[in-house]
Protein backbone atom coordinates (compact mmCIF):
# COMPACT_ATOMS: atom_id res chain seq x y z
CA UNK A 1 0.00 0.00 0.00
CA UNK A 2 3.22 2.23 -0.11
CA UNK A 3 2.62 3.40 -3.64
CA UNK A 4 -1.11 3.84 -2.28
CA UNK A 5 0.01 6.37 0.24
CA UNK A 6 2.45 8.00 -2.43
CA UNK A 7 -0.15 8.82 -4.86
CA UNK A 8 -2.29 10.56 -1.69
CA UNK A 9 0.48 12.86 -0.83
CA UNK A 10 1.28 13.57 -4.45
CA UNK A 11 -2.15 14.19 -4.76
CA UNK A 12 -2.08 16.23 -1.43
CA UNK A 13 0.28 18.34 -2.95
CA UNK A 14 -1.28 19.06 -6.16
CA UNK A 15 -4.22 20.34 -3.97
CA UNK A 16 -2.09 22.86 -2.59
CA UNK A 17 -0.43 23.87 -5.57
CA UNK A 18 -4.42 24.31 -7.01
CA UNK A 19 -4.48 26.81 -3.83
CA UNK A 20 -1.82 28.50 -4.26
CA UNK A 21 -2.10 29.04 -7.96
CA UNK A 22 -5.72 30.38 -7.00
CA UNK A 23 -4.79 33.16 -4.32
CA UNK A 24 -1.07 34.49 -5.73
CA UNK A 25 -1.90 37.70 -6.79
CA UNK A 26 -0.77 38.59 -10.27
CA UNK A 27 2.59 39.89 -10.54
CA UNK A 28 3.35 43.46 -11.83
CA UNK A 29 4.50 43.02 -15.37
CA UNK A 30 7.40 44.85 -17.53
CA UNK A 31 6.11 46.08 -20.78
CA UNK A 32 8.50 45.06 -22.78
CA UNK A 33 8.08 40.98 -21.20
CA UNK A 34 4.18 40.84 -22.16
CA UNK A 35 4.95 40.33 -26.26
CA UNK A 36 7.01 37.01 -25.21
CA UNK A 37 4.29 35.39 -22.55
CA UNK A 38 1.22 36.45 -25.16
CA UNK A 39 2.99 34.11 -27.27
CA UNK A 40 3.16 31.24 -25.41
CA UNK A 41 -0.07 31.61 -23.44
CA UNK A 42 -2.28 32.36 -25.79
CA UNK A 43 -3.32 28.50 -26.52
CA UNK A 44 -6.31 29.54 -24.47
CA UNK A 45 -8.23 30.76 -27.24
CA UNK A 46 -6.72 28.41 -30.06
CA UNK A 47 -9.55 26.05 -31.91
CA UNK A 48 -9.38 22.70 -30.56
CA UNK A 49 -12.18 20.42 -32.61
CA UNK A 50 -11.60 16.91 -31.54
CA UNK A 51 -13.35 16.74 -27.70
CA UNK A 52 -16.71 17.53 -29.48
CA UNK A 53 -16.24 17.16 -33.06
CA UNK A 54 -16.00 20.96 -34.03
CA UNK A 55 -14.31 23.61 -33.62
CA UNK A 56 -14.11 26.00 -30.28
CA UNK A 57 -11.68 27.44 -27.81
CA UNK A 58 -9.43 25.04 -25.35
CA UNK A 59 -10.85 27.25 -22.48
CA UNK A 60 -14.12 26.09 -23.09
CA UNK A 61 -13.13 22.26 -23.37
CA UNK A 62 -13.44 20.25 -20.15
CA UNK A 63 -11.58 17.61 -21.31
CA UNK A 64 -7.30 17.43 -20.37
CA UNK A 65 -6.15 17.92 -23.98
CA UNK A 66 -2.94 18.18 -25.02
CA UNK A 67 -2.19 20.18 -28.49
CA UNK A 68 0.98 19.84 -30.33
CA UNK A 69 1.64 22.39 -33.07
CA UNK A 70 3.75 22.33 -36.55
CA UNK A 71 6.25 24.24 -34.99
CA UNK A 72 6.61 21.97 -32.39
CA UNK A 73 7.24 19.07 -34.90
CA UNK A 74 9.63 20.72 -36.88
CA UNK A 75 11.47 21.64 -33.99
CA UNK A 76 12.13 17.11 -32.96
CA UNK A 77 13.23 16.38 -36.43
CA UNK A 78 10.79 13.88 -36.52
CA UNK A 79 10.43 10.95 -39.03
CA UNK A 80 7.00 9.54 -37.94
CA UNK A 81 4.29 10.31 -35.92
CA UNK A 82 5.24 8.18 -32.96
CA UNK A 83 8.26 10.35 -32.51
CA UNK A 84 5.73 13.19 -31.86
CA UNK A 85 4.08 11.12 -29.58
CA UNK A 86 7.14 10.01 -27.34
CA UNK A 87 7.22 13.44 -25.83
CA UNK A 88 3.82 14.48 -25.03
CA UNK A 89 3.13 14.39 -21.40
CA UNK A 90 1.21 11.50 -20.24
CA UNK A 91 1.66 9.12 -23.63
CA UNK A 92 3.89 6.08 -23.61
CA UNK A 93 4.76 4.87 -26.53
CA UNK A 94 7.19 1.41 -26.47
CA UNK A 95 9.58 1.73 -28.97
CA UNK A 96 10.42 -1.12 -30.97
CA UNK A 97 13.51 -0.42 -33.35
CA UNK A 98 14.26 1.81 -36.06
CA UNK A 99 11.97 5.20 -37.26
CA UNK A 100 9.05 3.59 -38.55
CA UNK A 101 9.05 0.46 -36.56
CA UNK A 102 6.28 -0.66 -34.99
CA UNK A 103 5.42 1.57 -32.17
CA UNK A 104 2.55 0.61 -29.32
CA UNK A 105 1.09 3.89 -27.93
CA UNK A 106 -0.58 4.08 -24.58
CA UNK A 107 -2.23 7.28 -22.83
CA UNK A 108 -2.33 7.55 -19.03
CA UNK A 109 -1.59 3.92 -18.67
CA UNK A 110 -4.61 2.25 -20.47
CA UNK A 111 -3.99 -0.35 -23.09
CA UNK A 112 -2.76 0.10 -26.59
CA UNK A 113 -5.67 -1.24 -27.88
CA UNK A 114 -7.91 1.61 -26.26
CA UNK A 115 -6.82 4.43 -27.84
CA UNK A 116 -8.64 5.65 -31.34
CA UNK A 117 -5.90 7.50 -33.30
CA UNK A 118 -7.46 9.35 -36.51
CA UNK A 119 -5.74 10.51 -39.76
CA UNK A 120 -8.00 12.91 -41.57
CA UNK A 121 -11.21 11.44 -39.68
CA UNK A 122 -10.21 7.75 -40.53
CA UNK A 123 -9.47 5.26 -37.78
CA UNK A 124 -6.01 4.08 -37.94
CA UNK A 125 -6.93 1.41 -35.55
CA UNK A 126 -7.06 -2.50 -37.47
CA UNK A 127 -9.87 -4.64 -37.06
CA UNK A 128 -7.76 -7.59 -35.86
CA UNK A 129 -6.28 -6.35 -32.69
CA UNK A 130 -7.03 -2.18 -32.57
CA UNK A 131 -3.25 -1.62 -33.04
CA UNK A 132 -2.41 1.66 -34.26
CA UNK A 133 0.66 2.20 -36.39
CA UNK A 134 1.55 5.41 -35.80
CA UNK A 135 5.14 4.46 -37.29
CA UNK A 136 3.36 4.43 -40.34
CA UNK A 137 2.02 8.02 -40.70
CA UNK A 138 5.18 10.48 -42.05
CA UNK A 139 5.92 13.85 -39.40
CA UNK A 140 5.87 15.86 -42.86
CA UNK A 141 2.22 15.97 -43.55
CA UNK A 142 1.37 16.52 -39.73
CA UNK A 143 -0.33 19.78 -39.34
CA UNK A 144 -0.83 19.66 -35.72
CA UNK A 145 -2.18 16.81 -33.26
CA UNK A 146 -4.48 16.98 -30.40
CA UNK A 147 -4.47 14.76 -28.14
CA UNK A 148 -7.61 13.56 -25.34
CA UNK A 149 -6.60 11.98 -22.26
CA UNK A 150 -9.57 9.60 -21.12
CA UNK A 151 -12.91 8.06 -22.25
CA UNK A 152 -14.09 10.05 -25.12
CA UNK A 153 -17.17 7.63 -26.13
CA UNK A 154 -19.86 10.41 -25.94
CA UNK A 155 -18.18 12.00 -29.39
CA UNK A 156 -16.18 9.15 -30.77
CA UNK A 157 -17.83 5.41 -29.90
CA UNK A 158 -14.85 3.17 -28.84
CA UNK A 159 -12.27 5.33 -27.59
CA UNK A 160 -11.98 4.04 -23.36
CA UNK A 161 -8.49 5.36 -23.19
CA UNK A 162 -8.69 8.59 -25.17
CA UNK A 163 -8.09 9.88 -28.86
CA UNK A 164 -4.98 11.14 -30.90
CA UNK A 165 -6.53 13.37 -33.83
CA UNK A 166 -3.93 13.64 -36.48
CA UNK A 167 -5.15 16.94 -38.51
CA UNK A 168 -3.29 16.95 -41.48
CA UNK A 169 -1.36 19.85 -43.75
CA UNK A 170 -3.52 22.17 -45.84
CA UNK A 171 -2.70 23.19 -49.35
CA UNK A 172 -0.59 26.23 -49.11
CA UNK A 173 -2.92 29.38 -49.78
CA UNK A 174 -1.23 32.88 -51.87
CA UNK A 175 0.78 30.54 -54.16
CA UNK A 176 0.38 28.64 -57.32
CA UNK A 177 3.44 26.10 -56.26
CA UNK A 178 5.37 25.63 -53.60
CA UNK A 179 6.73 22.89 -51.76
CA UNK A 180 9.93 21.38 -49.93
CA UNK A 181 12.65 18.45 -50.77
CA UNK A 182 14.30 16.64 -47.88
CA UNK A 183 17.00 14.00 -47.53
CA UNK A 184 19.00 12.46 -44.35
CA UNK A 185 20.94 9.70 -43.82
CA UNK A 186 21.99 8.01 -40.34
CA UNK A 187 24.06 4.84 -39.06
CA UNK A 188 22.88 1.55 -40.31
CA UNK A 189 22.34 3.32 -43.70
CA UNK A 190 18.69 4.76 -42.35
CA UNK A 191 17.27 7.40 -44.59
CA UNK A 192 14.06 9.36 -44.88
CA UNK A 193 14.08 11.43 -48.53
CA UNK A 194 10.44 13.18 -48.92
CA UNK A 195 9.62 15.71 -51.92
CA UNK A 196 6.64 17.95 -50.93
CA UNK A 197 4.10 19.88 -53.92
CA UNK A 198 1.58 22.43 -52.88
CA UNK A 199 -0.15 25.22 -53.76
CA UNK A 200 -3.55 26.83 -54.75
CA UNK A 201 -5.37 28.85 -57.82
CA UNK A 202 -9.07 29.56 -58.41
CA UNK A 203 -10.36 28.28 -55.55
CA UNK A 204 -8.58 24.91 -56.40
CA UNK A 205 -5.64 23.61 -53.88
CA UNK A 206 -3.62 20.71 -53.76
CA UNK A 207 -0.70 19.11 -51.61
CA UNK A 208 0.99 16.01 -52.71
CA UNK A 209 3.70 14.40 -50.12
CA UNK A 210 5.45 11.50 -51.25
CA UNK A 211 8.79 9.55 -49.73
CA UNK A 212 10.54 6.96 -48.78
CA UNK A 213 11.86 5.69 -45.29
CA UNK A 214 14.46 2.72 -44.83
CA UNK A 215 17.07 1.26 -42.65
CA UNK A 216 19.05 -2.07 -42.15
CA UNK A 217 18.13 -2.16 -38.90
CA UNK A 218 19.46 0.00 -35.58
CA UNK A 219 18.87 -2.95 -33.62
CA UNK A 220 19.34 -6.38 -35.27
CA UNK A 221 16.87 -7.46 -37.13
CA UNK A 222 14.80 -4.79 -37.21
CA UNK A 223 15.20 -3.81 -40.86
CA UNK A 224 12.59 -1.38 -42.29
CA UNK A 225 11.85 -1.00 -46.04
CA UNK A 226 8.65 1.53 -46.61
CA UNK A 227 7.70 3.65 -49.35
CA UNK A 228 4.52 6.60 -48.73
CA UNK A 229 2.29 8.92 -50.79
CA UNK A 230 -0.60 11.41 -49.47
CA UNK A 231 -2.57 13.89 -51.31
CA UNK A 232 -5.20 16.07 -50.63
CA UNK A 233 -7.17 18.20 -52.71
CA UNK A 234 -10.02 21.26 -51.91
CA UNK A 235 -12.10 23.51 -53.60
CA UNK A 236 -14.05 26.39 -52.39
CA UNK A 237 -17.68 26.69 -53.30
CA UNK A 238 -19.21 30.18 -54.06
CA UNK A 239 -21.77 29.83 -51.60
CA UNK A 240 -19.47 29.28 -48.61
CA UNK A 241 -18.76 25.69 -49.01
CA UNK A 242 -15.83 23.73 -49.99
CA UNK A 243 -15.55 19.98 -51.20
CA UNK A 244 -12.45 18.00 -50.18
CA UNK A 245 -10.77 14.61 -50.20
CA UNK A 246 -7.65 13.12 -49.34
CA UNK A 247 -5.87 9.79 -50.08
CA UNK A 248 -3.01 8.15 -48.39
CA UNK A 249 -1.27 4.90 -49.12
CA UNK A 250 2.14 3.22 -47.24
CA UNK A 251 3.66 -0.02 -47.79
CA UNK A 252 6.33 -1.31 -45.48
CA UNK A 253 8.31 -4.72 -44.72
CA UNK A 254 10.18 -4.98 -41.59
CA UNK A 255 12.03 -6.89 -39.14
CA UNK A 256 9.12 -7.55 -35.97
CA UNK A 257 11.16 -10.33 -33.74
CA UNK A 258 14.57 -11.40 -33.24
CA UNK A 259 14.69 -14.33 -30.47
CA UNK A 260 17.96 -15.63 -31.29
CA UNK A 261 20.07 -14.17 -28.25
CA UNK A 262 17.88 -15.17 -25.99
CA UNK A 263 18.54 -18.73 -27.02
CA UNK A 264 15.16 -19.34 -29.59
CA UNK A 265 15.44 -20.26 -32.77
CA UNK A 266 12.77 -17.81 -34.73
CA UNK A 267 12.86 -14.25 -35.94
CA UNK A 268 9.22 -12.88 -37.91
CA UNK A 269 8.91 -10.46 -40.48
CA UNK A 270 6.16 -8.28 -41.05
CA UNK A 271 4.99 -7.08 -44.80
CA UNK A 272 2.07 -4.53 -44.91
CA UNK A 273 -0.11 -2.30 -47.15
CA UNK A 274 -2.47 0.71 -46.60
CA UNK A 275 -4.78 2.34 -48.30
CA UNK A 276 -6.61 5.36 -46.76
CA UNK A 277 -9.29 7.75 -48.76
CA UNK A 278 -11.87 10.24 -47.59
CA UNK A 279 -14.17 12.25 -50.45
CA UNK A 280 -15.80 15.43 -47.98
CA UNK A 281 -18.43 18.41 -48.27
CA UNK A 282 -18.59 21.43 -45.69
CA UNK A 283 -21.12 24.03 -46.36
CA UNK A 284 -22.32 27.13 -44.18
CA UNK A 285 -25.97 26.97 -44.21
CA UNK A 286 -26.44 30.93 -42.33
CA UNK A 287 -28.09 31.80 -39.22
CA UNK A 288 -25.09 29.49 -37.72
CA UNK A 289 -25.60 26.47 -38.94
CA UNK A 290 -23.11 24.37 -40.70
CA UNK A 291 -23.45 21.09 -42.22
CA UNK A 292 -20.58 18.70 -43.13
CA UNK A 293 -20.33 15.13 -44.90
CA UNK A 294 -17.84 13.08 -44.82
CA UNK A 295 -17.19 9.67 -46.69
CA UNK A 296 -14.04 7.59 -45.86
CA UNK A 297 -12.85 4.22 -46.84
CA UNK A 298 -10.05 1.85 -45.23
CA UNK A 299 -7.62 -1.18 -46.41
CA UNK A 300 -5.52 -2.54 -45.08
CA UNK A 301 -3.22 -5.70 -45.68
CA UNK A 302 -1.05 -7.77 -42.80
CA UNK A 303 1.91 -10.51 -43.63
CA UNK A 304 3.08 -11.80 -40.51
CA UNK A 305 6.27 -14.11 -41.59
CA UNK A 306 7.61 -16.38 -39.30
CA UNK A 307 10.91 -18.48 -39.87
CA UNK A 308 13.68 -20.49 -37.94
CA UNK A 309 17.03 -18.38 -37.55
CA UNK A 310 18.92 -21.27 -38.36
CA UNK A 311 18.10 -22.65 -41.08
CA UNK A 312 15.38 -20.51 -42.72
CA UNK A 313 12.80 -23.01 -42.30
CA UNK A 314 9.51 -21.18 -42.95
CA UNK A 315 6.14 -21.35 -40.58
CA UNK A 316 2.77 -21.18 -42.35
CA UNK A 317 2.10 -17.21 -42.78
CA UNK A 318 -0.38 -15.35 -41.56
CA UNK A 319 -2.11 -13.02 -44.05
CA UNK A 320 -5.01 -10.67 -42.75
CA UNK A 321 -6.78 -8.33 -44.87
CA UNK A 322 -9.08 -5.42 -43.78
CA UNK A 323 -11.73 -3.08 -45.60
CA UNK A 324 -14.00 -0.21 -43.59
CA UNK A 325 -15.59 2.16 -45.12
CA UNK A 326 -17.81 4.27 -43.54
CA UNK A 327 -20.11 7.62 -43.72
CA UNK A 328 -20.25 10.33 -41.26
CA UNK A 329 -22.87 13.07 -40.88
CA UNK A 330 -22.46 16.24 -38.68
CA UNK A 331 -24.73 19.53 -38.34
CA UNK A 332 -23.07 22.25 -36.36
CA UNK A 333 -25.27 24.88 -34.52
CA UNK A 334 -22.83 27.54 -33.53
CA UNK A 335 -24.42 30.60 -31.34
CA UNK A 336 -22.28 33.54 -28.89
CA UNK A 337 -23.01 31.34 -26.02
CA UNK A 338 -23.77 27.98 -27.34
CA UNK A 339 -22.21 25.13 -29.38
CA UNK A 340 -24.73 22.15 -30.30
CA UNK A 341 -23.43 18.97 -32.37
CA UNK A 342 -25.46 16.67 -33.85
CA UNK A 343 -24.32 13.63 -35.80
CA UNK A 344 -23.80 10.02 -37.14
CA UNK A 345 -21.55 7.34 -37.87
CA UNK A 346 -21.84 4.34 -40.09
CA UNK A 347 -19.06 1.67 -40.90
CA UNK A 348 -19.53 -1.36 -42.71
CA UNK A 349 -16.32 -3.35 -41.92
CA UNK A 350 -14.91 -6.79 -43.32
CA UNK A 351 -12.08 -9.07 -42.02
CA UNK A 352 -10.55 -12.06 -43.59
CA UNK A 353 -7.47 -13.93 -41.31
CA UNK A 354 -6.05 -16.86 -43.06
CA UNK A 355 -4.39 -17.92 -40.10
CA UNK A 356 -4.78 -21.59 -39.90
CA UNK A 357 -3.29 -22.16 -36.68
CA UNK A 358 -5.77 -19.93 -34.35
CA UNK A 359 -8.48 -21.05 -32.32
CA UNK A 360 -10.42 -17.73 -33.53
CA UNK A 361 -14.42 -17.91 -33.06
CA UNK A 362 -14.86 -16.37 -36.41
CA UNK A 363 -11.84 -16.13 -39.13
CA UNK A 364 -13.58 -14.16 -42.07
CA UNK A 365 -16.30 -11.88 -40.45
CA UNK A 366 -18.63 -8.80 -41.90
CA UNK A 367 -20.54 -6.62 -39.68
CA UNK A 368 -22.05 -3.27 -40.20
CA UNK A 369 -22.05 -0.33 -37.02
CA UNK A 370 -23.36 2.87 -36.92
CA UNK A 371 -23.81 5.43 -33.79
CA UNK A 372 -25.47 8.87 -33.18
CA UNK A 373 -24.21 11.39 -30.72
CA UNK A 374 -24.80 14.72 -29.42
CA UNK A 375 -23.24 17.29 -27.48
CA UNK A 376 -23.49 20.48 -26.38
CA UNK A 377 -21.23 24.04 -25.15
CA UNK A 378 -23.23 26.52 -23.12
CA UNK A 379 -21.29 29.20 -21.97
CA UNK A 380 -22.29 31.30 -19.55
CA UNK A 381 -19.46 34.43 -18.49
CA UNK A 382 -16.99 32.57 -17.18
CA UNK A 383 -18.65 29.16 -16.86
CA UNK A 384 -18.73 26.66 -19.60
CA UNK A 385 -21.15 23.28 -19.08
CA UNK A 386 -20.68 20.42 -21.96
CA UNK A 387 -22.79 17.45 -21.86
CA UNK A 388 -22.93 15.00 -24.09
CA UNK A 389 -24.08 11.54 -25.21
CA UNK A 390 -23.81 8.92 -27.65
CA UNK A 391 -25.90 5.66 -28.62
CA UNK A 392 -24.11 2.84 -30.56
CA UNK A 393 -25.18 -0.34 -32.09
CA UNK A 394 -22.23 -2.24 -32.63
CA UNK A 395 -24.11 -5.67 -34.25
CA UNK A 396 -21.30 -8.07 -32.63
CA UNK A 397 -21.63 -6.45 -28.25
CA UNK A 398 -24.90 -4.77 -28.54
CA UNK A 399 -26.02 -1.38 -28.15
CA UNK A 400 -23.77 0.79 -25.96
CA UNK A 401 -24.78 3.97 -24.41
CA UNK A 402 -21.75 6.35 -23.33
CA UNK A 403 -22.32 9.84 -21.23
CA UNK A 404 -20.31 12.76 -20.47
CA UNK A 405 -20.39 15.60 -18.31
CA UNK A 406 -18.20 18.38 -18.45
CA UNK A 407 -17.67 22.48 -17.23
CA UNK A 408 -14.59 24.83 -17.45
CA UNK A 409 -14.50 27.57 -15.04
CA UNK A 410 -12.53 30.80 -15.83
CA UNK A 411 -11.24 32.31 -12.86
CA UNK A 412 -9.45 35.28 -14.88
CA UNK A 413 -7.42 35.62 -17.85
CA UNK A 414 -4.85 33.25 -15.79
CA UNK A 415 -6.19 30.62 -14.81
CA UNK A 416 -9.18 27.80 -15.43
CA UNK A 417 -10.84 24.84 -13.99
CA UNK A 418 -11.81 21.56 -15.40
CA UNK A 419 -13.97 18.82 -14.63
CA UNK A 420 -14.96 16.11 -16.78
CA UNK A 421 -16.33 12.70 -16.16
CA UNK A 422 -17.35 9.82 -18.44
CA UNK A 423 -18.37 6.29 -19.71
CA UNK A 424 -16.50 4.85 -22.39
CA UNK A 425 -15.89 1.43 -23.74
CA UNK A 426 -13.82 -0.48 -26.33
CA UNK A 427 -14.48 -3.31 -28.60
CA UNK A 428 -12.63 -6.55 -28.68
CA UNK A 429 -11.09 -7.43 -31.52
CA UNK A 430 -13.38 -8.38 -34.08
CA UNK A 431 -12.28 -12.30 -34.44
CA UNK A 432 -13.63 -12.85 -30.77
CA UNK A 433 -16.22 -12.88 -28.71
CA UNK A 434 -15.64 -11.46 -25.80
CA UNK A 435 -17.44 -8.77 -23.62
CA UNK A 436 -17.01 -5.11 -24.04
CA UNK A 437 -14.53 -3.28 -22.23
CA UNK A 438 -16.14 -0.69 -20.14
CA UNK A 439 -14.56 2.72 -17.80
CA UNK A 440 -15.53 5.31 -15.92
CA UNK A 441 -13.25 8.11 -15.87
CA UNK A 442 -13.42 11.28 -13.69
CA UNK A 443 -10.60 14.34 -13.96
CA UNK A 444 -10.52 17.23 -12.73
CA UNK A 445 -7.68 20.30 -13.20
CA UNK A 446 -6.44 23.73 -13.45
CA UNK A 447 -4.45 25.50 -15.80
CA UNK A 448 -2.46 28.74 -15.02
CA UNK A 449 -0.28 31.64 -15.40
CA UNK A 450 -0.14 33.44 -12.44
CA UNK A 451 3.75 33.07 -11.57
CA UNK A 452 5.63 34.77 -14.55
CA UNK A 453 7.12 33.39 -17.89
CA UNK A 454 5.79 29.31 -16.49
CA UNK A 455 2.67 27.70 -17.40
CA UNK A 456 1.66 25.22 -15.23
CA UNK A 457 -1.09 22.62 -15.84
CA UNK A 458 -2.34 20.09 -13.61
CA UNK A 459 -4.82 17.31 -13.63
CA UNK A 460 -5.91 14.62 -10.96
CA UNK A 461 -7.61 11.40 -12.15
CA UNK A 462 -9.80 8.40 -11.65
CA UNK A 463 -10.17 5.22 -14.56
CA UNK A 464 -12.64 2.95 -13.28
CA UNK A 465 -12.27 -0.35 -15.92
CA UNK A 466 -14.08 -3.74 -15.98
CA UNK A 467 -15.00 -6.76 -18.32
CA UNK A 468 -10.98 -6.71 -18.95
CA UNK A 469 -9.09 -8.82 -21.46
CA UNK A 470 -6.33 -10.05 -21.21
CA UNK A 471 -4.02 -13.32 -20.33
CA UNK A 472 -3.78 -12.36 -16.77
CA UNK A 473 -6.75 -9.64 -16.74
CA UNK A 474 -9.87 -11.43 -17.90
CA UNK A 475 -12.83 -10.50 -16.10
CA UNK A 476 -11.35 -8.20 -13.88
CA UNK A 477 -12.06 -4.86 -12.74
CA UNK A 478 -9.03 -2.23 -12.05
CA UNK A 479 -8.62 1.11 -10.79
CA UNK A 480 -6.11 3.53 -11.47
CA UNK A 481 -5.80 6.52 -9.68
CA UNK A 482 -3.75 9.43 -10.92
CA UNK A 483 -1.85 12.85 -11.44
CA UNK A 484 -0.53 14.68 -14.37
CA UNK A 485 1.44 17.90 -14.22
CA UNK A 486 3.11 19.91 -16.72
CA UNK A 487 5.33 23.14 -17.28
CA UNK A 488 6.04 25.36 -19.73
CA UNK A 489 8.49 28.83 -20.03
CA UNK A 490 8.38 31.15 -22.04
CA UNK A 491 11.78 31.78 -24.43
CA UNK A 492 14.50 34.25 -22.44
CA UNK A 493 17.66 34.62 -24.58
CA UNK A 494 15.72 32.71 -26.93
CA UNK A 495 15.67 29.25 -24.52
CA UNK A 496 12.32 27.66 -22.92
CA UNK A 497 12.10 25.26 -20.69
CA UNK A 498 9.20 22.63 -20.03
CA UNK A 499 8.33 19.51 -18.27
CA UNK A 500 5.49 16.82 -18.04
CA UNK A 501 5.01 14.12 -15.31
CA UNK A 502 2.19 11.37 -14.96
CA UNK A 503 1.51 9.14 -12.00
CA UNK A 504 -0.84 5.98 -11.72
CA UNK A 505 -1.22 3.44 -9.15
CA UNK A 506 -3.21 0.61 -10.69
CA UNK A 507 -4.61 -1.96 -8.86
CA UNK A 508 -7.34 -4.57 -8.69
CA UNK A 509 -10.16 -4.18 -6.99
CA UNK A 510 -11.04 -7.73 -5.91
CA UNK A 511 -7.69 -7.92 -4.01
CA UNK A 512 -5.78 -4.53 -4.00
CA UNK A 513 -3.06 -5.95 -5.94
CA UNK A 514 -0.64 -3.74 -8.44
CA UNK A 515 -1.55 -4.53 -12.08
CA UNK A 516 1.91 -5.13 -13.89
CA UNK A 517 2.27 -4.17 -17.04
CA UNK A 518 0.62 -1.01 -16.29
CA UNK A 519 3.46 2.10 -16.48
CA UNK A 520 3.59 3.76 -13.55
CA UNK A 521 5.64 6.97 -13.84
CA UNK A 522 5.95 8.78 -17.06
CA UNK A 523 9.05 11.57 -17.53
CA UNK A 524 9.50 14.21 -20.39
CA UNK A 525 11.51 17.27 -20.21
CA UNK A 526 13.13 19.69 -22.87
CA UNK A 527 15.43 22.21 -23.49
CA UNK A 528 14.63 24.40 -26.11
CA UNK A 529 16.95 27.31 -27.98
CA UNK A 530 15.02 29.33 -31.21
CA UNK A 531 16.61 32.10 -32.88
CA UNK A 532 14.82 31.89 -35.91
CA UNK A 533 18.31 31.18 -37.89
CA UNK A 534 19.68 28.09 -34.94
CA UNK A 535 18.07 25.68 -33.17
CA UNK A 536 18.00 22.80 -30.77
CA UNK A 537 16.48 20.88 -28.43
CA UNK A 538 17.22 18.38 -25.90
CA UNK A 539 14.34 15.74 -24.91
CA UNK A 540 14.20 13.55 -22.19
CA UNK A 541 12.08 10.71 -21.09
CA UNK A 542 11.29 7.72 -19.01
CA UNK A 543 8.83 5.36 -18.45
CA UNK A 544 8.59 3.01 -15.40
CA UNK A 545 6.92 0.13 -17.04
CA UNK A 546 5.99 -1.82 -14.17
CA UNK A 547 6.20 -4.83 -15.82
CA UNK A 548 6.39 -8.25 -14.82
CA UNK A 549 10.02 -9.16 -13.43
CA UNK A 550 9.91 -12.66 -14.85
CA UNK A 551 10.51 -10.11 -18.69
CA UNK A 552 14.05 -8.53 -17.27
CA UNK A 553 12.53 -5.22 -18.29
CA UNK A 554 14.80 -2.01 -18.03
CA UNK A 555 13.67 1.43 -17.63
CA UNK A 556 15.70 3.29 -14.65
CA UNK A 557 17.17 5.75 -16.75
CA UNK A 558 16.56 8.80 -19.01
CA UNK A 559 16.27 8.59 -22.42
CA UNK A 560 17.90 11.69 -24.09
CA UNK A 561 17.22 12.82 -27.38
CA UNK A 562 19.55 15.80 -29.13
CA UNK A 563 17.98 17.96 -31.95
CA UNK A 564 19.50 20.48 -34.16
CA UNK A 565 19.02 22.65 -36.89
CA UNK A 566 20.25 25.78 -38.85
CA UNK A 567 18.01 27.84 -41.62
CA UNK A 568 21.07 29.02 -44.36
CA UNK A 569 20.17 31.06 -47.11
CA UNK A 570 16.68 32.03 -46.15
CA UNK A 571 14.84 34.01 -48.78
CA UNK A 572 10.92 35.39 -48.81
CA UNK A 573 9.73 31.91 -50.12
CA UNK A 574 12.70 29.99 -50.16
CA UNK A 575 15.29 28.69 -47.55
CA UNK A 576 17.95 25.94 -47.37
CA UNK A 577 18.29 23.95 -43.87
CA UNK A 578 20.17 21.55 -42.27
CA UNK A 579 19.28 19.39 -39.22
CA UNK A 580 20.77 17.09 -37.19
CA UNK A 581 19.87 14.43 -34.58
CA UNK A 582 21.76 12.29 -31.96
CA UNK A 583 19.10 9.62 -30.51
CA UNK A 584 19.24 8.19 -27.06
CA UNK A 585 22.81 9.77 -26.93
CA UNK A 586 24.03 8.84 -23.59
CA UNK A 587 23.07 5.30 -24.54
CA UNK A 588 20.49 4.21 -21.79
CA UNK A 589 17.93 1.61 -22.01
CA UNK A 590 14.21 1.78 -21.63
CA UNK A 591 12.40 -1.06 -22.28
CA UNK A 592 10.14 -3.49 -20.54
CA UNK A 593 11.30 -6.91 -21.92
CA UNK A 594 13.61 -8.46 -23.20
CA UNK A 595 12.59 -9.77 -26.38
CA UNK A 596 12.27 -6.33 -27.70
CA UNK A 597 15.18 -4.23 -26.62
CA UNK A 598 15.67 -0.51 -27.13
CA UNK A 599 17.62 1.48 -29.44
CA UNK A 600 21.49 2.16 -28.55
CA UNK A 601 23.21 5.57 -29.59
CA UNK A 602 22.84 6.47 -32.90
CA UNK A 603 22.91 9.94 -34.98
CA UNK A 604 21.32 10.97 -38.18
CA UNK A 605 22.12 14.16 -40.54
CA UNK A 606 20.57 15.98 -43.63
CA UNK A 607 19.21 18.89 -45.48
CA UNK A 608 15.74 20.55 -46.43
CA UNK A 609 15.22 22.93 -49.20
CA UNK A 610 11.78 25.21 -48.84
CA UNK A 611 10.75 26.74 -52.38
Same mark, same amino acid.
Given at each position: ????? @? ?14 ? @? ?52 ? +? ?23 ? $? ?5 ? #? ?6 ? +? ?47 ? *? ?26 ? &? ?6 ? $? ?6 ? $? ?5 ? *? ?120 ? *? ?90 ? +? ?65 ? @? ?62 ? &? ?29 ? #? ?19
Amino acid at each position: MSNRN @LLNSLRALLTVLFLVL @LLSPAPARAEQDTEDTLGLFTAWQEQSSTASRAPKPLSQTAENVTAITRKEIEA +LNAHTLADILITAPGIQVDMRGSPG $SLAFTNI #QSSKYNHV +LVLVDGVPLNSLNDNFSDVGSVPADIIERIEIVKGAASSSWGQALGGVI *NVITKSPEQGRTVSGAASASMGERTTSD &DRLELSGT $SNGLGYLL $SGGYLGS *NGVLQHRQLHSANGYGKLTYDLADAGQIFATFRYTRASQGELFLAPLGIDFQEDEDTRNLYATLGFRRNLGNGLELELFGRHAYRRIGIFGSQVSDGAQFPPTIIKENASGADLKLIWRKEY *NLLVIGGDYEHDELKNSDIQGNFDYLNRKVDRWGIFLNDTLATGPVAITPGVRFDHTRTNGDQFSPSLGATWQLDDKTILRAYTAQGYSLPE +LVYNKPTEKIWTSQIGIESQVIPYLWLKGTMFRNETWNLQGIDTAGSRHIALGSELEARTTPILNTS @LGAGWTYTDTYRTSDGTPVLGAPRHTLQLSVRYDDQTYRGMLTGRQIYWHSDPAFNGRYYGLIW &DLHLGATLLKRENSSLELFFTGYNIFNGRMY #QDEFTPSTGRWFEGGMKVRF
